[in-house]
């Protein structure tokens, strides 16, 4: 009951403080407020672009190795792509090989790309046409909207059969139902079984929109678009634990080394690349933007802490025949440095939700395909900030009135 009977007084002196000297304590809050807005809106916007750029890197799958011909290379530092030229490219028959021999692999698939016009009718549409195996919708999600997925036998035949982004059947059918139409690409008719839910546009699409793309049996795909040389990009999917991941990763090393006839001191001609290492790089750039961020609004925040020191010094000033009237009642030391210490608490606290507010209306201006979201975690972190901000102005003022003699305070003119 004490402690609610202080925090009550404390609150009305604040509330008293702010209210008798209303320009001098906005002008004070001011700093308060844009520290706050410059560190909370560079961490929402920060947090904003790495989880819709993760989003878009888990369209490419989750815990998946690709077996490529290049290497990826993030950060600084020279490239030797004439290192890489004369690799071989995947071949289909190395995906078989690993598909059958893989024992710590969840799902293996190979695919290709190239862009093609699809048409129906008097309708066109440029699209990323991509050969798959039917291992590809457990490594990459394919919602089907209607219709069905491909099956083991479309796929292994070639059959001249796809499933189409929203995207596409919207240009190509517009409000007609595409299943079972006829879709022609490159002079031979495929027959629509299936068309996926929208994804939407993305602020970076990682091997393309799937709305943009139609999907075909992965066979028929190096028939039409490379003279049968059956070769693409081969993707292998873990299971679950990051563990496995290693032991996949050394486990396809061997295969391919064992399938290509590499002897033990020849160099891999050919690259395993991971994901998850674009994601960790971006995490390191994102806190590299997030320290800065917080750096930039310190100072302001800085500037606002030393505007409620002000304010809490000319409060004592103020109120100091109050505190020796209050001490001679009997009134402990810890309770005048309590009322003071809440009343800078309270004006920083305020200055704070003020920032935050600003973020918040801020997050519905329009960015493109970047959705801004202030998250709980930011605003806790906002306000917990503003505390540790007005515990630090208010110490010395406080303490100050702490230590003051009743005597000499009432006294005081």
């Not at 706050?36 to 490419?60: C, H, P, R, W």
């Not at 129906?120 to 195996?133: F, H, M, P, V, W």
């Not at 292994?156 to 517009?174: K, T």
């Not at 800065?292 to 500037?303: A, E, K, P, T, W």
């Amino acid at each position: 009951m004490l402690f609610i009977k202080l925090t009550f007084e404390s609150f009305r002196f604040a509330w008293q403080a702010l209210k008798s000297n209303l320009l001098r304590t906005i002008l004070s809050l001011s700093g308060v407020t844009i520290g706050i807005f410059s560190i909370i809106g560079v961490y929402t916007m920060v947090d904003s672009l790495e989880a819709n750029i993760k989003n878009s890197l888990s369209s490419i799958g989750d815990k998946v190795i690709y077996v490529e011909k290049f290497p990826w290379q993030f950060g600084d530092g020279e490239y030797p792509w004439w290192r890489y030229f004369r690799r071989p490219r995947p071949k289909y028959s190395e995906y078989k090989y690993l598909k059958e021999n893989l024992e710590t692999a969840r799902a293996v698939t190979i695919m290709d790309w190239y862009l093609a016009s699809a048409k129906y009718k008097n309708s066109n549409y440029n699209s990323l046409c991509q050969g798959i195996t039917y291992d590809f919708n457990l490594i990459t999600e394919v919602p089907i909207l209607s219709g069905r997925y491909f099956s083991p036998n479309e796929i292994e035949s070639g059959r001249n059969v796809a499933v189409l982004g929203g995207e596409v059947a919207d240009v190509l059918f517009g409000e007609e139902d595409p299943l079972g139409k006829p879709v022609k690409i490159r002079g031979e008719n495929f027959v629509v079984i299936g068309v996926q839910e929208k994804k939407g546009k993305q602020l970076v699409d990682v091997g393309g929109n799937p709305d943009q793309k139609i999907y075909i049996p992965f066979v028929k795909h190096k028939r039409m678009f490379s003279s049968g040389n059956l070769y693409g990009t081969i993707s292998v999917q873990a299971f679950e634990t990051d563990a496995k991941m290693v032991k996949l990763e050394n486990e396809i090393r061997g295969k391919m080394r064992t399938v290509r006839g590499l002897r033990p001191l020849d160099e891999d001609n050919f690259a395993l690349n991971r994901p998850d290492a674009a994601a960790n790089f971006l995490t390191s750039i994102f806190g590299s933007l997030r320290a800065g961020g917080f750096v930039i609004g310190l100072f302001s925040l800085l500037i606002g802490g030393f505007g409620i020191a002000n304010i809490m010094f000319v409060s004592v000033k103020e109120r100091t025949n109050i505190i020796g009237i209050q001490k001679s009642l009997g009134a402990k030391n810890f309770f005048i440095l309590f009322q003071f210490l809440f009343e800078a608490l309270f004006l920083c606290l305020i200055g704070g939700l003020f920032g935050l507010l600003l973020v918040y209306l801020a997050s519905f201006i329009q960015l493109g395909s970047l959705d801004i979201i202030l998250s709980t975690g930011n605003i806790i972190f906002g306000l917990t900030i503003s505390s540790v901000i007005g515990i630090i102005a208010g110490m010395i003022p406080a303490t100050q009135a702490a230590r003051m003699d009743p005597v000499i305070a009432i006294r005081a003119k």
